[in-house]
């Protein structure tokens, strides 16, 4: 949309969006799944008021029409019932998408016809995208229609608006709806999403419900633009202002839904005419809010105990809003109403190379995300059993284990989020072999007695090593080698590094003879490069024949 600040609703929208956005990137459970069913709900029911509200401006433009004998007003009139109508066919047709995604998924669950808690497919994450993906790419191609209808009802909606500008009336214009990962203000920076078309970027392996919500989302953003075409033509012809007979206070919030941890955002304000010149006095279970043009602005952190979720993972809460306003007469009228949100319980995600188990005394690095928080998510961390060294973006924390379980707990700007526990693997014993150069002395084969030098190498556990590379650092710190003839032990050396100089033995050495090493100590270097001893390896003796 061009210019103009975003309507409270339209913020709403935009926070459900980004939650369905950030879930469809994850492998989400049947659990956050259902979340979608919440998430679409709540925008039919949004979807609802806003068509309501339309048709109410629709009719007052009619109505203020009807008393004028004004040419240019009647088109004004002729342009508002054209706009409600393709905004009715649109709305339809994104329905009928809605009934084909439950019928192509396997319908409802017998018993629970019409419920879209209840669908055959709600974890199907192939046939909706299937259905909407290009032909050339395998797909039905639902999308490329879907695509057109939204940019052909846009243009229209530009270019009838765009009859009514003046030299000092400028029509809103829009923009589309439907735009590739490149277009698109929340994608095109995401290497992950580069390159997408708008099919793949809405609807590739989306579970149904996601797919419904998307639909949904997509009607909101179809029916706000029709709000501010249809405000305009309203003010056009001085229907913007419509008279009303009550007043009651009310509470529009960002969504109802919150996952506790973040912010519940609302605005309180008083639905009634202006007649009041002095503005009201609004209040949050007895708080005073800061008033703004007859607004108020609500904001809180959610928060709820564990017993207070449902098995769906939500909890009921309310607060009570009161506004009070003085009428004409100088007296104060107080109203008030109890408001009912609903706190998400936060489900917390982690991602790592080894995420099962934890290596004692190492530098494991995890990001831990919260769906939902978006650029509310402000993350600490604290660890019973180790220590949490939180990173350099928010997510990002390194657990060093100093037990064999580690709790890890994650807190949002001081809201308690949960806890996750960890099982703690030791650290692989490394190997201890010897080389001569880049290659591995053959214990078989032996080597030449005058050999001059041999290397002690302690070789990490390859799958340790893939996980843990800044902590998989061994070295062989002292040796014993010993020259033995005919089982009798003779010359023998000292070393405190790796580095073997076999020179005062090959001096005494001859074929036949065995080299026995005797590894005495190996260190490791940690992920801050801190030197330990490590006694844990295998290969403490090795004896290599002489030839």
Known sequence: ??????????????????????????????????????????????????????????????????????????????????????????????????????????????????????????????KVGNFMMPVEEGGDGRGAVLRKDLEDYIAFLNATLSKFNTENVTAPSFDNIAKDAEDDEIYKHDENQKGKKFSQLAFESAPTPAGLATLSEFQAQVLSYETEALKFLADRVGAGTIEINTIEPMVLPVSQYVVAGSKYQAEMFIAASTSSVVPPTMTLDGNPLEVSGNRGKVEFTARASNNEYSKDGYAQKSFEAKITVQNRDGQDTTFTENITYYVIKPVIQVQSQSVNALYLNCGNELTVTVPGLGSNYNPSFTAKGGVAVKGGSGGQVTIVPKSSKVTLTVSNSGSLIGSRVFNVRRIPAPEIQAFIGNRAVNLKTGIPAKTPRIDLKAIADESFQKFLPKDANFRVTGAEITLVRAGIGGQSIRVNGPVVNLGPIAAQARKGDNLVIEIKKVARANFRKEIEDFPNFTGKFITIPLR
């Open 1 to 126: 949309m061009a210019g103009g600040k975003e309507t409270p609703r339209q913020k709403m929208i935009g926070m459900m969006y980004l939650v369905l956005t950030a879930l469809l990137a994850l492998n989400v459970s049947t659990t956050v799944i259902d979340k979608f069913i919440f998430i679409n709900d709540s925008l039919e029911r949004a979807n609802i008021a806003a068509t309501n509200r339309n048709v109410s401006t629709t009719s007052s433009i009619q109505e203020k029409v009807s008393k004028s004998k004004n040419e240019a007003e009647k088109q004004i009139l002729d342009a508002a019932k054209e706009i409600r109508g393709a905004t009715e066919l649109l709305q339809k047709q994104m329905e009928v998408l809605k009934d084909t995604f439950i019928t192509i998924t396997g319908g409802y669950v017998e018993g629970y016809e019409g419920s879209k808690a209840h669908l055959m497919g709600k974890t199907d994450y192939d």
